[in-house]
């Protein structure tokens, strides 16, 4: 199993500022993902975070907008850049703690809550 | 690309009725999960499916992975408060990343 913690919880930004969401993972874990969760909608992978190197973005996210770093196994953040109303959701760390080829149970943590104004 | 659909998309039941969500695929799964999201929390997963034709069951959860794989429902028996909330299934992309349906949102009536 794996906890997860994710701060801030919430935040509320201004137009055109930047903000970083850490992913604190309590155990070593072979796949890290970033989500994001629209009011009263499902979950959309933004990206995979690689250890050590890029990540892989899903079609309709870029780096330029969503940087994510991950230096180890444990943990990873994700930065929304240039925000505006839109940007306005719920982005959700989760893990994976089984080998390649194993879509065994994914792990959420909390959440951040942002809301642009 | 593989995509999960799941219908209905609300269900407002009466405390004590039964009630089943449905998952489809477009193609064939080779797994399929189950995840719970009360309202204001985070996705917690349930259960994973394997094999065709698999029923497992959760104290009043039934779960059930159709026999080519493409399907998936979750029935809830003898519904009760602590039941609320949004419930996704999810299939494999590829070897590790998951789609999500757009889950079915329950509310229930005291």
């Known amino acids: 199993s794996a906890v997860i913690s994710q701060k801030p919880s919430r935040d509320i930004c201004q137009r055109g500022t930047s903000l970083t969401i850490q992913c604190q993972v309590d155990s070593q874990v072979t796949m890290m993902f970033w989500y994001r969760q629209q009011p009263g909608q499902s979950l959309t992978l933004i990206a995979t975070a690689n250890q050590g190197s890029e990540a892989t973005y899903e079609s309709g996210f870029v780096i330029d907008k969503f940087p994510i770093s991950r230096p180890n196994l444990t943990f990873s953040t994700l930065t929304v850049s240039n925000m505006s109303p839109e940007d306005s959701s719920i982005y959700l760390c989760?893990?994976?703690?089984?080998?390649?080829?194993?879509?065994?149970?994914?792990?959420f943590g909390e959440g951040s809550r942002l809301t642009v104004l | 690309g593989q995509q999960v659909m799941q219908i209905p998309q609300y269900q407002h039941v009466q405390e004590g009725e039964d009630f089943t969500t449905y998952c489809n695929s477009s193609t064939t799964l080779s797994n399929i999960q189950w995840y719970k999201q009360r309202p204001g929390g985070h996705p917690v997963f349930l259960i994973q499916?394997?094999?065709?034709?698999e029923v497992k069951k959760q104290k009043r959860l039934t779960f059930q992975f159709g026999e080519a794989k493409k399907n998936s429902s979750l029935h809830i028996t003898a519904t009760q408060t602590t039941d609320v909330g949004t419930y996704f299934c999810a299939g494999p992309v590829n070897d590790y990343k998951l789609s999500f349906g757009a889950g079915t949102t329950v509310t229930v009536r005291a």
């Open positions: 989760s893990a994976l703690t089984g080998g390649a080829g194993d879509t065994g149970e994914l792990f």
């Open positions: 499916l394997v094999k065709s034709g």
